[in-house]
């Protein structure tokens, strides 16, 4: 291995806080990715890794090294493609994750345009409803939906989804149609959680100069989209969701919208990154295109 291939080694063994999770996302041996980190610890005549048996971490002196050999990476993978015909071939492995609803109704759909224009790339898309954690997880971006909840990421807002709540015609035909807010204490909503356990906080609704939420009772609890949109279809209650997934559905009069005047907050669309001088150009290409793709979808922000 040269020096460069070294430092992306302990880069990534730093990242992941594990050897053998290392070797997994760089495809190399153990005992490969151990050399690496132990060559460099030589050349440059300091511990960079602490390990016990239960846990790798970065020394005082591995954590300032890594800082700046991730720039110095970035800088390396910016200066190979610099000279490269057109300067629009993009060459490696791009990691991204979305929410999975996101990935499947705009962005898979699209993407065989976006390989075709770059076919030397590589693209890992991870799509889920959970939050991953772009620096241990090895991600080069990661699209949210709603709030970001990490100000150690760099942003980049996208516009907002409009919200607007909806139910199917089978439901509002055994419960009738709601028209105000007092009404919907003969209803059902489908409540939506990250993660099962929580408590929905309710029906979200403007209240003032911001929005309040209503308790509302309902039979089910969900933790992902795909299930949130199966179970509105099914007439198991009302749905908070956005309004650029169900227009399919509304168009087909498979949904329908209730309480027009009671939408929800808009939720905001972003794209985090992790912190670094320069972006490697397949990143800042590939962001430039989620921008394009979902404009006709977000409203400003």
């Given amino acids: 291995m040269d020096r460069f291939q070294d430092l992306r080694v302990f ?26 980190v132990k060559r460099l610890e030589e050349s440059l005549g300091v511990l960079l890794l602490q390990r016990t048996t239960r846990r790798v971490r970065p020394t005082p002196e591995g954590r300032a090294f890594y800082e700046r050999g991730k720039d110095l990476l970035a800088d390396l993978d910016e200066m190979t493609s610099m000279f490269q015909v ?29 390989l075709a224009a770059h076919p030397l790339l590589e693209v890992e898309l991870s799509a889920t409803d959970r939050r991953v954690d772009p620096v241990r997880e090895g991600f080069d971006c990661v699209m949210r939906v709603g709030e970001t909840g990490d100000v150690s990421l760099f942003a980049r807002g996208l516009g907002a989804f409009a919200i607007i709540n909806a139910a199917s015609p089978d439901y509002l035909a055994r419960h009738g149609t709601p028209r105000t807010l007092a009404d919907l204490a003969g209803h059902r909503l489908i409540h939506y959680v990250p993660v099962l356990g929580g408590r929905s906080p309710g029906f979200e609704y403007p209240h003032g100069d911001g929005f309040a939420a209503l308790p509302m009772g309902g039979a089910l609890t969900v933790n992902s989209a795909e299930s949130y ?43 985090l990154y992790p912190q670094r001088r320069h972006l490697p150009r397949r990143t800042a290409v590939f962001m430039d295109w989620i921008q394009g793709i979902m404009a006709p979808y977000l409203e400003p922000r």
């Fill in 11 to 36: 880069t990534r063994v730093a990242e992941l806080a594990s050897f053998t999770a290392a070797a997994d996302q760089l495809g190399l041996p153990k005992a490969s990715v151990s050399t690496a």
């Fill in 86 to 114: 057109g300067g629009e071939t993009l060459t490696g492995r791009l990691r991204v994750d979305m929410p999975s609803s996101t990935a499947r109704k705009f962005v898979i759909p699209r993407l065989p345009e976006f």
């Fill in 229 to 271: 949109d199966a179970a509105c279809l099914a007439g198991l209650g009302i749905v908070q969701a956005p309004e650029a997934g169900l227009r399919a559905h509304l168009e087909a009069g498979r949904l329908v919208e209730v309480l027009p005047d009671l939408r929800p907050e808009p939720m905001p669309v972003t794209l």
